[in-house]
């Protein structure tokens, strides 16, 4: 299988840049040792390789730093939220919150796993016919 991402300096001796073969993107990889640029392309290249091992692998990562991440949810997010709000915010501000975690928008997101949550499922919430309408929760 060929490589996704190619690793290569822009001068000699200069800083490393690594390209992605399908898109062509060019990015600076922000270091002039060979090494280090050669350990962020071999990593890129096994992550593009390896996806479903790579979320298995960040999620136990993540269990050693803090249990309870592999389960939180965003309705923990959006209770944590709530409390803070309830001590240290307004009661309109308290019941704006309320009325945001009630409303439609964001009824996909409650019981959604952080560590699963993608860019499209926020997306989707702010596309929602809804997102942002005055009235929308109950």
């Known amino acids: 299988m060929k490589n996704r991402y190619r690793v290569y300096p822009r001068t000699k ?3 490393y840049y690594i390209e992605d ?3 062509r993107e060019q990015k600076s990889l922000f270091t002039k040792d060979k090494q280090e640029a050669e350990a962020i392309g071999f990593a890129r290249n096994q992550a593009a390789a ?3 091992l ?3 692998m960040a999620k136990a990562y993540l269990k050693g730093k803090s249990p309870e991440f592999n389960t939180r949810t965003w309705q923990d ?3 944590d939220k709530e409390e803070h709000y309830r001590h240290h915010g307004s009661k309109n501000t308290l019941k704006r919150w309320q009325k ?3 409303s439609a ?3 996909a997101l409650r019981n959604m796993v952080l560590i699963e949550t993608e860019s499209g499922h926020f997306l989707n919430t702010l596309r929602h016919s809804k997102a942002g309408v005055s009235g929308a929760a109950p």
């Open 77 to 79: 997010v959006m209770n």
């Open 21 to 23: 073969s399908i898109t």
């Open 105 to 107: 928008p964001f009824a």
């Open 54 to 56: 790579n979320v298995a």
């Open 13 to 15: 001796g200069g800083t």
């Open 50 to 52: 390896q996806p479903a």
């Open 100 to 102: 945001v975690c009630r």
